[in-house]
């Protein structure tokens, strides 16, 4: 399982390039000195998982020194050090979490990047490799034992979605553990019974958040989630990437099949096009439909991130109208103004940066010229919103980071975004970093 790196970006305009690669260089100038960054939570508080982590710590600011080592050697020893923190403040513990995008897996893939980079890290790696296997078996049993549970135990961030992501990475001894993820991805179309109704195994039987927003009936009886992070738009990615890398397992394409048939019926359209809701409660299920209006630009939920998912299912399985389906729906995005995108940050996951990215993706379409236009305006909207000249104070962490501060990680913060700019800026990426968004 060799994993090739490629990049369907187009050229951007070079003013726009200078810009995007300046600001990318002046994050990664202040990250390159950890002593430049807040640690402590504004109440003073934090979760291990928030400075060790890829989303949010150490482990996903290496990412990105370790993505420049090809234009400069020296940033390998930043990449190693941020490495040897996350590796430091795993030793000894006992309550890690190992999905992805968290202690275990999450700094495994960085090693791996790493190592892709300038090698070394294979006696850590094959650590990290046995812990993430033995998760995954758990993670496994219980879904063969356990008819439901939460979106955590297949989806990108915690399960086993990400598990195989990142196993599919790792490539060489891993594959007889990637099958048997796959056919646990596989089993979970399969209906099962649920409070009276029929709903595939994907069901997560908590609501998608617990605000005082969430209906009544999310919060009885859970929710399909449709998302890309947390729903089944993720187990499709990991199922067509890893048919394309030619893993393939019995039931693998009619499964896939099954997915985007999910996605189709729940589907919606307004005035720009379709798009996808974020979740699907148990009347919707029943009743076939969704009334629930578009959501933001994002990664994690609706198009641009389930475009991509269902643009890779039509690559690996040859489906033009899915293809279809899937540029349509990036179309639809492109015709919105980027004023009601109701994206109100530059992260990854759900801000300006994801967009960015994804767009990326499909700028060889027949609305190539459209999505490669929006791409420019994205980054004049990043470049504004991000001033490089009076960058905020970067704090490693995830949530109660105080007014003047942004996080510095991976998923939700400027290490991601110097990424997305640098992907924008000189097309044809260095590391496969992306695959950590289950998006190749």
Same mark, same amino acid.
């Given at each position: 399982?060799?994993?090739?790196?490629?990049?369907?970006?187009?050229?951007?305009?070079?003013?726009?390039?200078?810009?995007?690669?300046?600001?990318?260089?002046?994050?990664?100038?202040?990250?390159?000195?950890?002593?430049?960054?807040?640690?402590?939570?504004?109440?003073?508080?934090?979760?291990?998982?928030?400075?060790?982590?890829?989303?949010?710590?150490?482990?996903?600011?290496?990412?990105?020194?370790?993505?420049?080592?090809?234009?400069?050697?020296?940033?390998?020893?930043?990449?190693?050090?941020?490495?040897?923190?996350?590796?430091?403040?795993?030793?000894?513990?006992?309550?890690?979490?190992?999905?992805?995008?968290?202690?275990?897996?999450?700094?495994?893939?960085?090693?791996?990047?790493?190592?892709?980079?300038?090698?070394?890290?294979?006696?850590?790696?094959?650590?990290?490799?046995?812990?993430?296997?033995?998760?995954?078996?758990?993670?496994?049993?219980?879904?063969?034992?356990?008819? +439901?549970?939460?979106?955590?135990?297949?989806?990108?961030?915690?399960?086993?979605?990400?598990?195989?992501?990142?196993?599919?990475?790792?490539?060489?001894?891993?594959?007889?553990?990637?099958?048997?993820?796959?056919?646990?991805?596989?089993?979970?179309?399969?209906?099962?019974?649920?409070?009276?109704?029929?709903?595939?195994?994907?069901?997560?039987?908590?609501?998608?958040?617990?605000?005082?927003?969430?209906?009544?009936?999310?919060?009885?009886?859970?929710?399909?989630?449709?998302?890309?992070?947390?729903?089944?738009?993720?187990?499709?990615?990991?199922?067509?990437?890893?048919?394309?890398?030619?893993?393939?397992?019995?039931?693998?394409?009619?499964?896939?099949?099954?997915?985007?048939?999910?996605?189709?019926?729940?589907?919606?359209?307004?005035?720009?096009?379709?798009?996808?809701?974020?979740?699907?409660? +148990?009347?919707?299920?029943?009743?076939?439909?969704?009334?629930?209006?578009?959501?933001?630009?994002?990664?994690?939920?609706?198009?641009?991130?389930?475009?991509?998912?269902?643009?890779?299912?039509?690559?690996?399985?040859?489906?033009?109208?899915?293809?279809?389906?899937?540029?349509?729906?990036?179309?639809?995005?492109?015709?919105?103004?980027?004023?009601?995108?109701?994206?109100?940050?530059?992260?990854?996951?759900?801000?300006?940066?994801?967009?960015?990215?994804?767009?990326?993706?499909?700028?060889?379409?027949?609305?190539?010229?459209?999505?490669?236009?929006?791409?420019?305006?994205?980054?004049?909207?990043?470049?504004?919103?991000?001033?490089?000249?009076?960058?905020?104070?970067?704090?490693?962490?995830?949530?109660?980071?105080?007014?003047?501060?942004?996080?510095?990680?991976?998923?939700?913060?400027?290490?991601?975004?110097?990424?997305?700019?640098?992907?924008?800026?000189?097309?044809?990426?260095?590391?496969?970093?992306?695959?950590?968004?289950?998006?190749?």
């Amino acid at each position: 399982m060799t994993h090739t790196v490629t990049s369907s970006h187009s050229p951007p305009v070079p003013r726009l390039a200078r810009q995007a690669s300046a600001l990318a260089e002046r994050i990664a100038d202040v990250l390159r000195d950890a002593g430049n960054l807040e640690v402590e939570a504004e109440d003073g508080s934090r979760e291990p998982w928030q400075t060790l982590s890829l989303a949010s710590g150490y482990a996903g600011i290496s990412v990105l020194f370790s993505d420049r080592v090809s234009r400069d050697p020296a940033e390998r020893l930043v990449a190693h050090r941020y490495l040897g923190m996350a590796s430091a403040g795993l030793a000894g513990r006992q309550d890690l979490a190992h999905g992805l995008h968290y202690e275990v897996a999450g700094l495994g893939f960085a090693l791996d990047l790493a190592r892709r980079a300038g090698g070394g890290y294979e006696t850590s790696l094959v650590t990290i490799d046995a812990l993430v296997i033995e998760r995954a078996r758990r993670l496994r049993h219980l879904v063969r034992t356990t008819p +439901l549970d939460t979106m955590a135990r297949f989806d990108v961030l915690d399960g086993l979605t990400g598990f195989a992501r990142y196993l599919l990475l790792r490539g060489g001894g891993t594959a007889p553990e990637v099958e048997e993820l796959l056919i646990s991805l596989v089993s979970m179309v399969n209906p099962v019974e649920h409070a009276g109704r029929h709903v595939p195994r994907y069901w997560s039987t908590v609501p998608p958040n617990w605000r005082p927003e969430t209906g009544e009936s999310l919060r009885r009886h859970g929710h399909l989630n449709l998302g890309l992070a947390h729903g089944i738009a993720g187990p499709l990615a990991v199922l067509a990437t890893a048919h394309a890398d030619g893993v393939v397992v019995p039931g693998q394409a009619e499964a896939m099949s099954a997915l985007v048939t999910l996605l189709g019926t729940f589907q919606r359209a307004d005035r720009y096009g379709p798009y996808w809701p974020d979740v699907v409660s +148990l009347e919707e299920f029943d009743a076939g439909r969704s009334d629930a209006a578009r959501g933001r630009v994002s990664w994690c939920y609706g198009a641009p991130g389930v475009s991509r998912a269902v643009q890779l299912a039509g690559r690996a399985l040859g489906r033009p109208d899915w293809l279809l389906l899937a540029q349509e729906s990036v179309a639809s995005v492109v015709r919105i103004p980027l004023d009601a995108w109701r994206i109100d940050h530059w992260s990854l996951c759900h801000g300006w940066a994801g967009a960015l990215h994804l767009l990326g993706y499909f700028t060889d379409g027949p609305d190539g010229h459209l999505v490669r236009q929006c791409r420019d305006r994205v980054v004049e909207r990043i470049v504004r919103a991000v001033d490089g000249d009076r960058l905020p104070t970067f704090a490693v962490g995830h949530d109660h980071i105080g007014p003047g501060r942004e996080p510095a990680g991976f998923l939700g913060g400027a290490a991601g975004l110097a990424l997305a700019l640098d992907d924008y800026a000189a097309p044809g990426r260095a590391l496969p970093w992306p695959s950590a968004l289950a998006v190749m």
